[in-house]
């Protein structure tokens, strides 16, 4: 809004200048000579001393006009100009006016250039800093992201490390629990086997002289009648064969005892084996991903640290782009604050000389009219 209203307001005064340039031009024409001589007939004097009394009262008309133009708009170089209306020839007076009016025009001309680089620089640097902070907080968000995977990575590692040597620790106890129950399993297998050796020699000895009694008994036998009375028939002890049954039976146990304990040892063994196996198979996949994880960390360290780089360099930058604003406000401001003021001010400066050279005109005129008499 306010540049669209300071456009209409430099097209409304540029029209204003073109139309008193133009008024000027047909006040100033010879035709306009003759008729204002003929209609205001009155401004004819009949010596050539009134025309420099008129002469006088133009320059001091003037002068005021500058005079009160340089106090209200406390420009010292109008206050010199309307010094030089009183003292210098109109000639030159009103080539000082020219190139007064040629100098304001440029000034006004440098200053709408000034608010426009002004205007275009500081949205720049606006824009720029609006998008120096999303590359920011996208930075400092992708930070934060990374810092929790980080963290998240260690974690994960220290977990994988504690239960690999959790694992290392359950295999070493199971290794030596297996190392006593194997050292327990040869001490049953050597006891039965001594148990088996013990109770088989008790038989043979048991068996070998039962079995010879019982070939004399049938070989001692007598034939014929039977012995005379007194003495009863030789036979072998009834408890003999309870005695090796049981032996053989104990032998049979203990036998079973040792198959038993060959099968559980055997069992244990291959379980044994089987949790090593499993217990290896997990830690090799745990130190696959150990690996793995401590790539990933690796590399997320790497990008943080990027980041972190990227975000001094962006912080950098900003900065910069701050500095810039400080000094383009610092440069800027009081022009765009005080444009329209200082716009109108100069229109009016520049009409303030205009009109003192149309003062001066009309006097030059006057006294052009009267030579002619």
């Known amino acids: 809004m306010t540049d669209q209203e300071w456009e209409e307001r430099q097209k409304a005064r540029q029209e204003e ?6 008024a000027l031009a047909i006040l100033s024409s010879d035709d306009a000579h003759d008729t204002f001589t003929k209609t205001f007939n009155f401004l004819q004097l009949d010596t050539y001393m009134a025309v420099e009394q008129k ?12 005079t009160q133009a340089a106090m209200k708009f406390k420009n010292p170089k109008l206050s010199a100009l309307a010094t030089s209306v009183r003292l210098d020839a109109f000639t030159k007076v009103k080539a000082a006016i020219d190139d007064m009016i040629t100098a304001l025009t440029k000034e006004k001309e440098d200053e709408i250039k000034q608010k426009d680089f002004c205007v275009e620089n500081i949205n720049q640097n606006e824009r720029a800093q609006e998008l120096k902070a999303r590359d920011i907080s996208e930075l400092e968000s992708k930070i934060a992201t990374l810092t929790s995977q980080i963290d998240g990575l260690t974690q994960s ?11 290392q620790t359950q295999m070493k106890r199971a290794g030596e629990d297996r190392e006593l129950e194997n050292a327990d399993f040869q001490n049953t297998i050597s006891d039965q086997r001594e148990t088996q050796k013990l109770l088989q020699s008790a038989l043979d000895v048991l068996a070998s002289v039962f079995a010879k009694k019982a070939l004399l008994q049938l070989k001692q036998e007598p034939a014929g009648p039977p012995p005379p009375a007194g003495f009863k028939k030789y036979e072998q002890s009834s408890g003999s064969g309870g005695v090796m049954g049981m032996l053989e039976q104990i032998i049979r146990e203990a036998k079973q005892l040792e198959g038993d304990a060959i099968k559980g040892e055997a069992d244990a063994q291959k379980a044994y084996e089987s949790f090593v196996k499993d217990s290896n198979a997990s830690v090799e996949e745990k130190t696959r991903d150990i690996t793995n994880k ?15 780089e990227s975000k001094e360099a962006a912080m950098n930058e900003q900065q910069q782009n701050m500095n810039e604003s400080a000094d383009l406000h610092k440069s800027c401001d009081f022009t765009m604050k005080n444009f329209d003021i200082r716009q109108e001010a100069r229109d009016q400066e520049v009409e303030a000389l205009r009109q003192a050279k149309a003062i001066l005109s009309g006097s030059m005129q006057g006294a052009f009219l009267q030579k002619r008499q």
Do not use: F
Request: glycine fraction near 4%.
């Open 157 to 167: 590692l220290a977990q994988l490390e504690a239960e690999i040597a959790e694992a």
């Open 17 to 22: 200048i073109v139309a008193c340039g133009e």
């Open 294 to 308: 401590s790539a990933e960390k690796a590399g997320a360290e790497a990008d943080k640290t990027a980041s972190e």
């Open 55 to 66: 002469d006088a009262v133009k320059r001091d008309q003037a002068a005021a006009v500058l």
